[in-house]
């Protein structure tokens, strides 16, 4: 673990009073007559945040929209060679977070900078310094792990016999066949193409690593696989690491600290020990997931964001 | 200095080298497209072939119309592949799935321009080339006469602005996600009407031949034919070159601006998420 509380220490990310609303179809006029829509949804009324709160005046929903907030007055930094976890249920704003610190997204107030750099000011160059892994693993379906890993190295300037010998070395460790690297990506299994996702982040050698939910999917081995290569990553290519997961273990195992993001809003942030101290009771020792769940008041994948709405669609 | 221009060039080759990954992949798709647009091309010809037939006269030069067809047909597949290569770049990443990773990548849009328009004009050259040659083995056609040499700079000059367009046209799948795609078939059908494809401008209604006059199209055709059929030219075909020379210079910077204005907007909305 870092001593992160070091004030010396240099800030690899910088978050301050970030905000992102976005616009999003309204339900129908005869169910907001019946009142038929959920007090408790994620959908807030005009002008108002998914999490109550005001919005300036000026900024109105579009005809027939609603203003939603995904990300509310966010602050905090990420030091150099961090593992900074970002953890919340799903509609908690992570992957708008996420898109955010990778230039996808332009924040509505608030700024943001990657090593003294704006992320929309000097967006080219902070590209630069950044990848991303995601929960999808965005392919081209027909074209094989060598031919997409390829296209990704040469945007960033790495030439294709580099790319090629370091994906070759990269997914041997992550356990891909070597006869997989050239058949489609569409005969791969999940797993795989998750594998296939990170090494094409890795193989930039990226300053600042965005890995959004990027275990979702893969088995309990391959999953201590991919954390061993983050935690590898760090150590030797110094590189600093934001991650959002679901998963505690994970989180516990990886992060120097964690941020626990609630409605677009940071709920805590501290070392998974601290976090840990805060609920502490009587001698018992909580699990991470106990503070999760006594800090927000709520379960990491909720029953109604399953049934009723599917609100990643609509906040991240 | 160099090595900044070699990162250039190795983003740009980037994009060919995957679009002819992707064309090698789909090859069966390729091939039907193919063959279709060799009937296509067969069956507008044929018309030509047909004509003193169809109405009669026995006094028509079957060669000239065919050939005029021709032309017509191979000038259209031509500029109709660079377009919809161009306009289709963002419509394929949306429906792939991986636009939001093309666009984290540290590539300024012209250099990704610079690599779809290569791309797109080997690929719409060799297509149409092959098109061409199964096309003209069926008639007994002559080009003794034809400058071939102002043809291919007129196909080329042409084909610049059409890139242009092409990229302004490619912002409606990056603003309209779900719609955006088949909005640009709209564009596309305009040129088709306007711009004198099979049939001369003058024969078009007063108001659609001034609509003629801002299509590229309508120079490149007219300037093909002036050079591909010598004896019924009426203007010098290297005096079509300067106003595609001067759509193109200012189409290809237009375009591209628009496109970089149209991605702040959907990075500002967010809706560069929606694969549509």
């Not at chain 1, 704003?93 to 997204?105: M, P, Q, V, W």
């Not at chain 2, 377009?83 to 792939?96: D, G, Y």
Request: glycine share 8%; net charge neutral.
């Amino acid at each position: 673990m870092l001593e992160y509380s070091t004030p010396t220490q240099e800030a690899a990310l910088v978050v301050e009073h970030v905000v992102k609303r976005f616009n999003v179809a309204a339900d129908p006029w005869w169910r907001r007559w019946a009142g038929s829509h959920k007090a408790t949804s994620n959908h807030a009324a005009n002008g108002q945040s998914a999490n109550g709160h005001d919005t300036p005046p000026r900024l109105k929903a579009r005809r027939g929209k609603e203003l939603v907030t995904a990300v509310s007055d966010v602050s905090f930094s990420v030091y150099r060679r961090e593992i900074f976890g970002v953890l919340g249920p799903n509609g908690s704003g992570k992957s708008t977070l996420i898109r955010l610190l990778s230039t996808l997204l332009l924040p509505d107030e608030g700024a943001i900078t990657v090593f003294g750099l704006d992320v929309e000011r000097d967006e080219m160059a902070v590209k630069r310094l950044i990848n991303r892994v995601s929960v999808e693993a965005a392919f081209f379906k027909k074209l094989s792990p060598k031919e997409n890993l390829l296209y990704g190295a040469r945007l960033y300037g790495v030439s294709g016999k580099e790319a090629d010998r370091k994906a070759r070395e990269i997914l041997g460790r992550l356990g891909l066949r070597e006869s997989s690297y050239t058949s489609p990506m569409e005969d791969m299994s999940r797993g795989m193409q998750q594998k296939v996702a990170i090494a094409r982040a890795f193989l930039t050698q990226p300053v600042l690593l965005l890995l959004d939910e990027p275990t979702t999917g893969l088995d309990p081995r391959s999953k201590l696989e991919v954390q061993a290569f983050v935690n590898e990553l760090r150590d030797t290519h110094d590189a600093t690491i934001v991650i959002t997961t679901h998963d505690m273990n994970e989180a516990d195992a990886l992060c120097d600290r964690i941020a626990i993001l609630d409605d677009g809003r940071i709920a805590a942030l501290d070392t998974p020990e601290g976090l840990k101290r805060r609920i502490r009771r009587n001698g018992h020792e909580p699990t991470l997931e106990e503070v999760f769940m006594a800090l927000t008041g709520k379960e990491l994948v909720e029953k109604d964001d399953v049934t009723d709405f599917e609100p990643e669609k609509v906040l991240s | 200095m160099i090595k900044g221009i070699q990162l250039e060039m190795r983003q740009s080759y980037a994009f060919v080298a995957r679009n002819f990954n992707l064309v090698k992949r789909y090859w069966g798709w390729e091939v039907v497209w193919l063959a279709y647009s060799i009937a296509n091309s067969l069956s507008v010809t044929f018309i030509g072939a047909g004509a003193a037939e169809i109405t009669g006269e026995t006094q028509i030069d079957t060669n000239f119309l065919i050939t005029y067809l021709l032309i017509g047909t191979l000038v259209w597949r031509f500029l109709a592949s660079i377009f919809n290569n161009i306009s289709e770049m963002i419509a394929w990443e949306r429906w792939e799935g991986t636009i939001e990773y093309t666009f984290m990548a540290p590539v300024h849009r012209f250099n990704q321009m610079i690599g779809q328009t290569i791309f797109a004009i080997v690929y719409s050259l060799l297509f149409t080339v092959i098109i061409g040659v199964v096309v003209a083995g069926f008639f007994d056609l002559s080009f003794a006469d034809a400058d071939l040499a102002a043809a291919t700079v007129i196909l080329l000059v042409g084909s610049l602005s059409f890139v242009g367009i092409g990229v302004v046209a490619s912002i409606l799948p990056l603003l309209y996600p779900e719609r955006g795609a088949q909005m640009t078939n709209i564009v596309q059908a305009f040129f088709l009407l306007v711009s004198g494809i099979y049939y001369p401008v003058s024969v078009l209604p007063g108001w659609l031949q001034v609509l003629a006059k801002i299509s590229p199209a309508t120079y490149v055709l007219e300037g093909m034919r002036a050079a591909l059929l010598p004896n019924t030219a009426t203007a010098d075909p290297l005096s079509y070159v300067w106003p595609l020379l001067i759509m193109g210079l200012i189409m290809l910077p237009l375009g591209i601006y628009l496109f970089q204005r149209a991605e702040k907007y959907t990075k500002r909305t967010g809706k560069l998420k929606r694969n549509g």
